[in-house]
């Protein structure tokens, strides 16, 4: 019973701050949304007995990626700029119907897949997400995914602090 209130408490935060996170007009905001958001998904992760991850999530995630993440928007200055006047309206209905589209072809496929009885994961699921199981997954079925992606993030810091000194 607790569970299951815990359950929809977290959730319930994790999908308030994500709303917020979109909507918000200044970036700052908007990032620390975002940081509220992934702490209540580790907190979703603790209800679902798997410390392991939420440790992860709050490590990587609302830690080092976030703190890139600020670093980047203050670099940028987001509180020089004015805030837009007169947006254009039609990509917020256009953004809200794009994602109620994406909803409505993903929850088929979603409700027809079975985790447990899917090929490849017969593995995975029989250790239940321990630490050593992950990371042997992780890096040695997914080594090269995991590699590009840090490269990428690389590269878009680069990318970032370049376009700074660029307009100063």
Not at 72 to 94: C, Q, T
Not at 127 to 138: I, P
Request: proline share 2%; hydrophobic share 60%; aromatic share 12%.
């Amino acid at each position: 019973m607790m569970e299951t209130v815990l359950f929809y408490l977290f959730g319930g935060i994790a999908v308030i701050a994500a709303i917020s996170v979109v909507a918000c007009r200044r970036v700052f905001y908007s990032a620390i949304s975002l940081i509220v958001c992934l702490c209540a998904v580790s907190a979703l992760y603790l209800t679902l007995q798997s410390p392991f991850i939420a440790a992860v999530q709050i490590i990587v995630y609302a830690g080092a990626i976030m703190v890139l993440f600020l670093f980047v928007i203050m670099l940028l200055d987001p509180f020089s700029a004015a805030i837009i006047k007169g947006k254009k309206n039609y990509l917020g209905y256009f953004s809200v119907s794009l994602g109620v589209l994406t909803l409505a072809f993903l929850f088929p496929v979603l409700r027809s897949h079975s985790l447990a009885t899917s090929a490849g994961n017969e593995d995975f699921m029989s250790g239940a997400g321990s630490m050593s199981q992950v990371g042997q997954v992780l890096f040695r079925d997914y080594l090269l995914p995991f590699e590009v992606t840090s490269v990428l993030i690389l590269v878009a810091i680069i990318g970032v602090v370049v376009l700074a000194k660029r307009q100063s």
